[in-house]
């Protein structure tokens, strides 16, 4: 069963357009949500992270949008680049110990930025 | 450079062999992980260390024994590989306490 779903699975924008990546999730023990940015080659670097006690993170041109009710959580990317392609996921992990922090991840999108 | 590192960086491998992939990590963290991303790039745990403890293992084919030498370094054995082992492994590590979780480069194995 796939603890977080993301939508959509591929996404092209014009250079200097929004990008929004979307995901759901159902177990109200997550309490940490990161999204991983991954290049062809390379592993997932992370990117930005929110705890569901906010309801917005930004940094830089990245922003996470977080509605605890919906369970749902979204990152936006504002004045989208041509660097910025790459495939994003996604994540969810909880406090218990027994996890030791697992992430959870959704399938992935991939951003193509058209110059 | 302060990082997660893996060896080798791609390994390409006949049915039936017996093979390993390092990770070191020298960021000070005590708990280890190792992922695998099948063709369409889905993200799954396998196993989990915390400070040299087997913590996590993912219903993962007995054929996969990973090992923790110390804690900053998780290794993953593979045995009798299968042609549904071709995926890329990915090490990644974190410090108890934070939930920041930083990925290895990967091992991008081929089992033909």
């Known amino acids: 069963q796939q603890q977080v779903k993301q939508s959509p699975q591929s996404l092209i924008v014009q250079k200097g357009g929004i990008s929004i990546i979307n995901c759901a999730y159902e177990n109200t023990a997550f309490d940490y949500f990161p999204w991983y940015q991954q290049f062809p080659g390379k592993g997932p670097a992370l990117l930005i992270a929110i705890r569901p006690d906010v309801s917005e993170k930004k940094e830089g041109r990245f922003t996470i949008s977080f509605n605890k009710s919906a369970k749902q959580f979204s990152l936006h990317i504002m004045d989208s680049q041509p660097g910025d392609s790459a495939t994003y996921f996604c994540?969810?992990?909880?406090?218990?110990?027994?996890?030791?922090?697992?992430?959870?991840f959704g399938r992935g999108t991939q951003l193509t930025v058209w110059p | 450079d302060t990082a997660v590192s893996q060896t080798p960086k791609y390994l390409v491998t006949q049915m039936g062999n017996d093979k390993s992939i390092k990770c070191e990590q020298n960021?000070?963290?005590?708990?280890m992980y190792w992922y695998k991303q099948d063709s369409k790039k889905f993200l799954k745990i396998m196993f989990s260390y915390n400070n040299k403890e087997l913590i996590i293992n993912e219903t993962v084919p007995n054929r996969f024994s990973p090992k923790s030498p110390d804690k900053a370094h998780l290794n993953l054995h593979i045995n009798s590989l299968e042609l549904g082992d071709s995926a890329v492994y990915f090490c990644a590590s974190k410090t108890s306490g934070r939930r920041e979780q930083y990925f290895g480069p990967g091992t991008r194995l081929t089992v033909t």
């Open positions: 994540a969810a992990s909880t406090a218990q110990s027994s996890t030791l922090g697992r992430l959870y």
């Open positions: 960021l000070g963290h005590d708990t």
